[in-house]
């Protein structure tokens, strides 16, 4: 009596040994004395985006207020493009001039934005997993502080980026994500017409409010990153939205939502499910608003 009960947990403990490895695995099966091996060498594309589009907008500064003499800047700069079926980037950068280099700002943004379009557009094109293309951005900013010092720039810059591209890990399985950076504020903004609730649409900040800013903003100069960039990724939807902007959509936001009584987020969503990622206009939706500020915007829709 004594060797059967001992049988009987014997079986007992077998089977549920298997039944844990099953869910595990993400398999829940008839247990059976030999695991079926899982063939991980057929390469898939996970949620391929059908379309894309890449719109940018320049918003010129132009004075709210009597008493605010003040002038264009022109320290924003912006490089966006999709790659045909490879993945689509924006690169937005913000410069800042104080002190005695009044258009050092310009010069500083220009570099960045330069230098980090550069590395990443031909980055696009390679097969790397999440962990390298994440690495390939801290190395980035390093690079960006670089080509500062080489051009001997004295001026500050903040910089964001956002790509969507894919990326292949171990698996053997391709999955489209978006990848993104910041140093300093903005805007990064993902939306999609499938996150809503009651008619209104979700917007996401992959760049939270107030960014990385405390009395003065972080910056990127010759000497390196003020503070350690934000570098990360999310899972791609089908219908997913980025639009990236300077700080100077603030302006933007404010006027949209005083005339429209909407925001940048609803706006843009709106305009892509009446007429198309093709068809969208930024200059029709921004056009005929007075800013207070320079600004620049990307947006890279899909379907």
Known sequence: MLSELIGNLKRLFSNTTVFIKSIIFGTLKESTSEETPVNNTSEQTKDLPSAAHVAT???????????????GKNEDRIRSEKFNDEGALIVVAD???????????????????????????????????ADEIIQSHHEMFTQCTAALQEAQCMGATTMLTAMLRRSHPVDGVVRWRWFYSYQGDGHIVLINSKRSINGKILWTKLLPYPGQKAGATAALTAKGTCVPPIIGCVAYEQGDSVYVGSDGMNSVEKAVMKQRNVIIAHLIEEQLTQKGIGALDLDAIFGGFNYSDDAVLGLIATQ
Not at 58 to 63: G, I, K, L, S, T
């Open 95 to 129: 410069g800042v001039s104080e002190g005695p280099h009044p258009n050092a700002g310009g010069q500083a943004a220009e570099i960045v934005c330069n230098t980090a379009y550069q590395r990443l557009s031909e980055e696009i094109h390679r097969e790397m997993c």
């Open 57 to 71: 907008f320049p918003a010129v500064f132009v004075p709210k207020l009597f008493w605010s003499p003040l002038e």
